[in-house]
Every structure is written in structure tokens, then in C-alpha cells.
């Protein structure tokens, strides 16, 4: 079993957002996004700082998380913190009632900053109306400006 960064990881990260959203229900999708926004948050305009580091890798992050996510939504389905519902826009998942009290029962720092940093998301990009894949296009523009090489800067001699 991976300890960092594996189902149950990002089961509690997953909690943490459906916690934060509660009663509203999310779907896969968004919650990779916000998952990916709340360990990368110094990356939005005016966000708190990052938990995770920049690294070279992450645009890469995103497909892997997904499937990242989808474990730990099964883990926390198993354990009764999350239910699944059906509706005309796919499966959607939320926070049961034991979800609330089971993470004030945790104590470690760094579930702290995962709740203060998914208050900020929901707050921030959660508006009615407004969906969370817009705040994300900042993420993903600043990862295609800094791969984007234009011809002028790769010098002549490699042209």
C-alpha cells in the first residue's frame, strides 16, 4: 500500500472537498480539479500557498489523479464518509453525516490546511453558476507558457 499519495490519501483530500461542499455533489472531474487546485493553490490568482511543490511533472498530475480519486471515493464509499447517486449528469458524489465529525476528529496540521485551502476554493470558484474547470484554465495556461517554445528562441543553429 502506498502511504503518500495513495487511495486513502486521496480519499482524505477527496472528504475534505465533498465536507466543504456539502449538500452540493460533485463529480469526478471536479473533484480532480479541486484536488489538484488544493494542493496547488499558490498557482491560482490570489491563493494561499501551495502545500504540494511546482514540479516539472505536473501538468502530467492531472491524468493520474484521476484515477487517484476514483480509489479513494471507494474507500470512503466503504467506509460509509461518502454516497454515489445517479442523476442525469453522471455519478455524482457527496459527504454523508459522519463526514463532518470524523475529520474534526482529526488532528494532524495538515488536514487543517486541506480545509483551509478547500474554504478558499469553495468560497472563491464553488459560486452558483460558476464552474470550477474556469479557474483551472489559469493553471493550465501558466504549464502551456512555460513548455510553449517559439522558433526565435531556440537559436539558428538548431533550426
Avoid at 105 to 122: F, K
Avoid at 126 to 148: A, L, P, S
Wanted: charged residues 25%.
Amino acid at each position: 500500500m502506498t502511504p503518500l499519495n495513495g487511495p486513502v490519501e486521496a480519499g482524505m483530500r477527496a472528504l475534505v472537498l465533498l465536507s466543504e461542499t456539502f449538500p452540493r455533489r460533485l463529480d469526478v472531474a471536479q473533484l480532480v480539479y479541486l484536488d489538484h487546485a488544493m494542493l496547488h493553490s499558490g498557482d491560482l490568482d490570489h491563493g494561499p500557498a501551495s502545500l504540494h511543490p511546482d514540479l516539472p511533472a505536473n501538468p502530467g498530475e492531472l491524468g493520474l489523479r484521476r484515477r487517484l480519486i476514483e480509489q479513494g471515493l471507494m474507500v470512503l464509499l466503504r467506509a460509509g464518509l461518502a454516497d454515489m447517486k445517479t442523476t442525469d449528469h453522471g455519478f455524482m458524489y457527496g459527504a454523508t453525516d459522519e463526514a463532518a465529525s470524523f475529520l474534526s476528529a482529526l488532528e494532524a496540521p495538515y488536514v487543517g490546511q486541506l480545509i483551509e485551502r478547500a474554504d478558499w476554493l469553495t468560497s472563491t470558484y464553488m459560486h452558483e453558476g460558476t464552474d470550477v474547470r474556469e479557474g483551472m484554465k489559469q493553471i493550465t495556461q501558466r504549464w502551456f507558457d512555460r513548455i510553449h517554445v517559439s522558433p526565435g528562441d531556440l537559436g539558428e543553429d538548431v533550426l
